[in-house]
């Protein structure tokens, strides 16, 4: 979340924990292995929790956490909120909706390795919205970048096949997936429409809060007309999980980041979350490595690296 750019660093006094937990380096990483350990979750319950009924009870949950300690600072600051309803309101559905029910949903039909190695594309997606809505600049050294990005999603969506791709017979859970972050990347992008001043747990507790009624709606489609969601144990440990870890701390964490390093240190950190979920998705999900999974890496590995160039 793109708040104030409020570049300090942490104190160094203090017992370890203390210095661990004010590392911003350290809260950002957590941040990230929160967000991989989804996908990995959510891929490994898909039998028995259908995904809009994950969806909504995680912002349910994650929204009673936080509300206790921020309805406070909301109270002192309901002037901005009430300016900026109308804003908050799109970011929570591109948010909630675009870059998290549909992730879930796409998880239904994809592999988590599938779903992690499109999320490399996310920085890349994020410069090429901000060119295209605000004008930032854009290079064309950084459009190359964004083209063979494009390409390595189009390797994996393909699974590496001429024939698929001509065809556009592609596995539906990675266009899902990849429309997913479409949409995450227009909520990073427009964040910065929000006014600097407001506190980053305000601005959390509300997304998550307009959230909710957001996805009640196909939360109850789904539970009516597709399948309902049993609360045995492990799903609820499953919503807990989501709600604590990479709803409420991961948030707090990744603002936290973003306000002692700046948005671009902290962006880049956006690359561990498709390290960490290979990792967890080979060592917990039984998932492998193919050609074509190499083949899309090195093709958006490459335009990360062209894309993220400062322009000269």
């Known amino acids: 979340m793109t708040q104030p750019e409020n570049q300090t660093e942490p104190e160094e006094a203090g017992p370890l924990w203390k210095r661990l937990l ?8 957590f941040a ?9 979750v959510v891929r490994y319950v898909r039998d028995d929790a259908p995904p809009m009924a994950l969806s909504f009870w995680r912002l349910v949950f994650a929204f009673l956490i936080l509300l206790p300690i921020t309805y406070p600072r909301i109270r002192r600051q309901i002037v901005l909120v009430k300016e900026n309803w109308k804003t908050l309101a799109l970011l929570a559905m591109l948010l909630w909706f675009g870059g998290n029910a549909l992730l879930f949903l796409s998880l239904q039909y994809t592999i988590a390795i599938n779903a992690a190695v499109i999320n490399s594309v996310e920085p890349v997606i994020i410069v090429f919205l901000a060119w295209l809505l605000f004008r930032d600049q854009f290079t064309g050294r950084q459009a190359l970048g ?10 994996l969506i393909a699974a590496g096949s001429i024939d698929r791709l001509l065809k556009l017979d592609f596995n539906l859970g990675d266009i899902i ?49 597709f399948r309902a969601m049993p609360f045995n144990a492990q799903n609820f440990g499953t919503i807990a999980y989501l709600g604590i870890f990479s709803g ?6 990744w603002n936290y980041g973003i306000k002692t390093m ?12 498709p390290a960490f979920t290979v ?10 490595l193919q050609g074509y999974h190499f083949a899309g890496i090195v093709l958006i590995a490459i335009g990360i690296f062209l894309a993220s160039r400062a322009p000269k």
């Open 22 to 29: 004010l590392n911003p380096y350290v809260t950002v990483s």
């Open 32 to 40: 990230m292995f929160c967000w991989a350990t989804t996908t990995v």
């Open 146 to 155: 964004a083209a063979l990005s494009l390409g390595g999603v189009l390797v």
């Open 177 to 225: 997936v990849f429309v997913a972050y479409i949409a995450w990347g227009f909520y990073a992008v427009l964040i910065r429409k929000l006014p600097r001043e407001m506190d980053s747990l305000v601005v959390v507790t509300l997304l998550l809060g307009f959230g909710i009624p957001m996805l009640l709606g196909p939360y109850l489609v789904e539970s009516f007309y």
């Open 248 to 253: 409420a701390i991961s948030m707090v964490a």
């Open 262 to 273: 700046g948005p671009i240190r902290a962006s880049q950190f956006l690359h561990l979350i």
């Open 279 to 288: 990792v967890l998705a080979i060592m917990l999900l039984d998932e492998t």
